[in-house]
């Protein structure tokens, strides 16, 4: 016999909080007509700018890392190949905001192209418990609830799945970053994080006794 007096549904809990993350993406492009010229100015650069970065590089608080490096052909109105292009880029990320845009705006050879917040992994994983706390009592009290109007004692579980998702407002635009920076010469790049809202859904099935 198929089963009987089965029940589905879902509930959810979210929590915001306070972003707690900065990625700092710094990038630099040169443009040639030899592709061994390019590549070797764009690794001069890179080079000179992780050496300032990693002078203050901490874990946790800022963790450097290099980001896109590419080289690309710029071609001609026949096709043919008439010069190089390339580009090369460093990403610093981490909570002391204050020590990630003070070591950008000392890396001479790149300038900000793109600034992002998020959650750290240990924050995610706080708030992402008190999301899912509350969905599992939303989910219980919708269960008992239904089960009651449906002229029923109570319930027992039978599946359950949790998932989560966070969601946070997009990164700022490109050029306001860029022109502050250009603006301030080595001034550090003013930025100021939003919130996330972290969200925990648990849907399954039960059964009415």
Known sequence: MPPQNVLQLSASGSVEVQQDLLVLTLG???????AGAVQSQLRQALETALQEARRSAEPGKMDVRTGQFSLYPRHGKNGEIVGWQGRAEVVLEGLDFARITAT??????????????????????????????????????QASALAQAFGFAGYSLREVVVNSSDSAPGPRPRMMAMEAKFGGADAPVPVEAGKSTVEVTVSGSVQMR
Do not use: H, W
């Open 28 to 34: 630099t492009s040169r443009d040639g007509k030899e």
């Open 104 to 141: 950008a705006a000392r890396m001479s050879t790149m300038t900000i192209a793109q600034t992002g917040f998020g959650l750290s992994k240990a924050e995610r994983s706080r708030v992402e418990r008190q999301a899912q706390s509350q969905a599992i009592e939303n989910f219980k009290g």
